[in-house]
């Protein structure tokens, strides 16, 4: 069993800044991707950055240049650091992690429990 910890939302106003941060825990035998998405009221959800497996490293054109997605891999965490932040940065927040919890080579796709980032004008 895999459990995701998002912790880090808040409100914040424009211009500021907040740190994200996701922990995983139970039965990982391997990573592959993990990754930040958010959903905005009335929005499909959206892919924000992510990291995949030997580092390259993903951002959604919105977020370049003012977010860094970053891992500690001893620690199965994922944090998002998020700079400049605008009203239309404002979503819940979802980590999410592409693992193996078995050790049979078999991707399973995980998600945080989603964490609100308002961002006033």
């Known amino acids: 069993q895999v459990q995701l910890v998002e912790s880090g939302g808040g409100l914040v106003q424009a211009g500021g800044s907040l740190r994200l941060s996701c922990a995983a825990s139970?039965?990982?035998?391997?990573?592959?991707?993990v990754g930040w998405y958010r959903q905005a009221p009335g929005k499909q959800r959206e892919l924000v950055a992510r990291?995949?497996?030997?580092?390259?490293?993903n951002y959604a054109e919105s977020v370049k240049g003012r977010f860094t997605i970053s891992a500690d891999n001893a620690k199965n965490t994922v944090y998002l650091q998020m700079n400049s932040l605008k009203p239309e940065d404002t979503a819940v927040y979802y980590c999410?992690?592409?693992?193996?919890?078995?050790?049979?080579?078999?991707?399973?796709?995980?998600w945080g429990q989603g964490t609100q980032v308002t961002v006033s004008s």
């Open positions: 990291i995949i497996s030997g580092g390259n490293t």
């Open positions: 139970g039965s990982i035998f391997s990573i592959n991707v």
């Open positions: 999410n992690f592409e693992l193996d919890p078995t050790g049979v080579g078999r991707w399973f796709s995980y």
